[in-house]
């Protein structure tokens, strides 16, 4: 099992920044690809950004040019900074790491940190 464990959320103004972080423990592999998904009231869970253990990056279109994932394999911990940020990023933001084994993909979540983005 792999348990993960969010931070850094909070309140922000629009226009302000947050850093998100995933805590991992248990059996982590270092080839698990880790990513944010974020989910707002009413909506289903969408993806933020994703890294791959080689260090590629992909991004949702929406948060393009405003937020960095990264991850330190030292510390078994993903981050996610978020500039520039705006009222439509408040949402539950979870942590994911996903591993194909034997071709099935396994996916395993965090609890989630709330982040609200309101003046």
């Known amino acids: 099992q792999v348990q993960l464990v969010e931070s850094g959320g909070g309140l922000v103004q629009p226009g302000g920044s947050l850093r998100l972080s995933c805590a991992a423990s248990g059996n982590i592999f270092k080839t698990d690809t880790m990513g944010w998904y974020r989910q707002a009231p009413g909506k289903q869970r969408e993806l933020v950004a994703v890294v791959t253990s080689g260090g590629s990056t992909n991004y949702a279109d929406s948060v393009k040019g405003r937020v960095t994932i990264s991850r330190d394999n030292a510390k078994n911990t993903v981050y996610l900074q978020m500039n520039s940020l705006k009222p439509e990023d408040t949402a539950v933001y979870y942590c994911?790491?996903?591993?194909?084994?034997?071709?099935?993909?396994?996916?395993?979540w965090g609890q989630g940190t709330q982040v609200t983005v309101s003046s």
């Open positions: 994911n790491a996903r591993r194909v084994v034997l071709g099935v993909v396994l996916n395993y």
